[in-house]
């Protein structure tokens, strides 16, 4: 019972982290370029996940572990990162939100693909309707200059997704958090050789909303959620801890109106809960 509680409450610790990252990457990139605060953040994490591999003395991963970190890398440190970033220089994180309840649809899909189950029909219906309820919010609310923004975060859920779905399977042989901080490695030469090359031509500008923006994301989101979180799936289980993620959009709400002010319209909130419902039914038909 104290290791499931102790499960429970680190990946709650994480979803909160987590609910963070968007208003933080919001405030972040009216200083710094997409790309810089992308490679920037992968930058910072992989030297500190790089410490505590090497204070904790872990292993390191084989040479057919490689491919998969690079999956993982490829979602969770440059897409997902790289794409909001974008998409949040045309739409508000509150409008952003509204997509990130389709993350753990995304995650559950992938892993459905990468472990050949075969899920239940009502599985599928739970993820058309909450894909439609997302895709009909984005139509209904985005004008021309949002449309944008409202792919670009479709397509930042399914990296996503992906590199969570990738990251769960090395986590079983590797360990929760060292399957991020080996994939912030794999990544490092080349977010190291862009941040250089996007380094932005004047510092003075940049104000420190802007500068707290980068390291929550770099220290917080990028590498210390990832360790409450997997942390929380060890302990408490996959299927349970991972029902905390459907509290993470509301979360996010919260702090895109209390912290940047931004208007969260009743239109967010309801669709919203429709889509933390299908994913609730999605992942409860998902065997």
Avoid: N
């Avoid at 990544?187 to 707290?212: F, K």
């Avoid at 996959?238 to 993470?248: D, F, K, N």
């Amino acid at each position: 019972m104290d290791r499931s509680m102790a499960g429970w409450g680190s990946g709650l610790l994480g979803v909160i982290i987590f609910s963070g990252s968007l208003p933080a990457t919001r405030v972040a990139v009216g200083g710094f370029s997409p790309l810089f605060l992308t490679s920037a953040r992968a930058v910072i994490a992989a030297a500190l996940g790089a410490l505590l591999l090497l204070l904790l003395r872990q292993k390191r991963p084989q040479a057919s572990d490689l491919v998969p970190l690079a999956v993982v890398s490829l979602g969770v440190v440059v897409g997902f990162p790289l794409l909001t970033a974008l998409a949040l220089q045309h739409i508000t994180s509150a409008h952003s939100i509204v997509f990130i309840g389709l993350l753990p649809m995304a995650t559950a899909i992938f892993g459905v693909v990468r472990g050949g189950e075969r899920p239940k029909p009502a599985f599928w219906l739970f993820s058309v309707v909450g894909a439609v309820a997302v895709a009909g919010f984005a139509l209904a609310q985005s004008g021309p200059a949002s449309l944008t923004g409202d792919l670009l975060m479709v397509a930042a859920i399914v990296l996503c997704g992906l590199g969570y779905a990738e990251g769960v399977t090395l986590s079983r042989r590797l360990g929760g958090w060292q399957v991020i901080s080996w994939a912030l490695l794999v990544s490092l030469p080349i977010m190291g050789l862009i941040a250089l090359v996007t380094l932005p031509s004047d510092w003075t500008g940049i104000t420190t909303p802007e500068w707290l923006g980068l390291a929550y994301v770099s220290v917080f989101s990028m590498l210390v959620g990832f360790v409450f979180w997997y942390r929380g799936l060890a302990l408490g289980g996959i299927a349970g801890v991972g029902q905390l993620q459907l509290l993470q959009p509301f979360f996010g709400l919260a702090l895109a109106g209390l912290l940047l002010g931004e208007p969260v319209a009743w239109s967010m909130i309801v669709v919203t809960g429709l889509v933390v419902f299908c994913v609730f039914g999605a992942k409860r038909f998902a065997r």
